[in-house]
């Protein structure tokens, strides 16, 4: 069984570049923006963290701590204006159990200010997100097998929990499926429905959201059902929102799935591994995907026998894909990875390893480089958010 947390010894960073030579001219400079930098830890000194972005090298600044909290593990940001609100699970946080935390941006600034903590109302919170307006934000518990909505107040705090949703029954993986494992919440690109992946039931719960209050009310049909033993993990959206890309940890597969947003249904159009042809089954377990923004690539982060993130070409016309690249990642576990806005570079946040990689991505065949930069750091980078 795959373990849920890894502990730290200690959480000072210390940035390192490797660079290697690029295949064109860098563009030239402009303004850095930021990042943020979910990590797994508890104590003095951990928490979020922040670092300058560079778009036209790729390289980061030097990461410093933002906010002082414990096992920020997911990050999701709403940007109101010239503020960022910032929301954060805190798996294992506040006494060992439960938590999320909202965060706003200080003017001037490299720091976030704590807003307020609420009860997620169920253990393990591993996955949060925000709707486009910023009226709601949800929870998925992994460990509770349950997924909650909080309304977000004017101020950019978050009421206590207005749905939850307790999860019941089990899936064949009796190692990895003995209950259920609510493991992503994704709302839909118009923010009108929550797709609540569910890996201990190989299913996808779908819901309607009340934009004025963030309360949940499940659709008819209430829930996708996948192929049994596939451990359904995090979800994407193609850009125009008609296919939905589900990827599954326990088999390294994305299910291709057809979203039918008039009534926020699934319905499958078939599934592609994220390995080789060939590679020992129940060993590299598939971690998270996002798509390019012009529709045309899938990425997913193959982790533990196989480190390296799966390269696909994407159909926009049908939504089929097919596995072009299986890029070497440089890191080890890589539970998280993110497209920056311009989407010419990848940025993989390796759990076991403990460091940020970046990738160059050719936006032409949609290729990654090899590594360009790795920046180490003694806490484990959980997740990545563009502030």
Sequence with gaps: MIPRRTFLRSLSVAP?????????????????????????????????????WNVATG?????????????????????RGAQDFVYAVNEGGRGGIKGVSAFTSVAGAKTLKLLNQVDTEGNGPTHISVTPDGNSV??????????SSFHVRPDGSLSPAVSHFQYE?????????????????????????LLVN????????????????????????????????????????????KFLYSVNELD??????????????????????TLPAGFPPN????????????????Y????????????FDRDRKTGMLKLKQNAVNGGKNPRHIALDPTNRWLLISDQDSGTIVIHERNRTTGELSAPVHTYPMKSKPMCIVFA
Aim: hydrophobic fraction near 35%; charged fraction near 20%; proline fraction near 7%.
């Design 16 to 52: 390192f570049v490797a660079k290697a030579a690029l295949a064109k001219k860098p563009a030239a400079p402009s303004k850095p923006t930021r990042i943020l930098i979910g990590t797994n830890g508890h104590g003095a000194g951990t928490g979020i963290f922040s670092a300058d």
């Design 169 to 193: 029954g089990s899936g064949p993986n009796k190692e990895r499926q003995m209950h259920s494992f609510a493991h992503c919440v994704m709302p839909s690109p118009d923010g009108r429905y």
């Design 252 to 273: 390294s597969t994305v299910d291709i799935l057809t979203w039918d947003a008039s009534i926020g249904a699934l319905k499958s159009k078939g599934f592609v591994s």
């Design 283 to 298: 060993t590299a377990f598939a971690g998270e995907i996002t798509v390019s923004r012009d529709g045309k690539f899938v």
């Design 300 to 311: 997913v982060g193959n982790r533990v026998a196989d480190d390296t993130i799966a390269v």
């Design 198 to 241: 569910d890996l201990g039931l190989d299913c996808i719960h779908t819901y309607r959201v009340n934009p004025a209050t963030a309360e949940l009310t499940p659709t008819e049909p209430p829930t996708w059902i996948g192929r049994p033993g596939t451990g359904p993990r995090h979800t994407a959206f193609s850009p125009d929102a």
């Design 138 to 147: 949800f929870v998925a518990n992994y460990g509770g097998g349950s997924a």
């Design 59 to 79: 390289e980061l600044g030097e990461i410093t701590l933002a906010a002082e909290v414990g096992s920020p593990t997911f990050l999701a940001l709403h940007k």
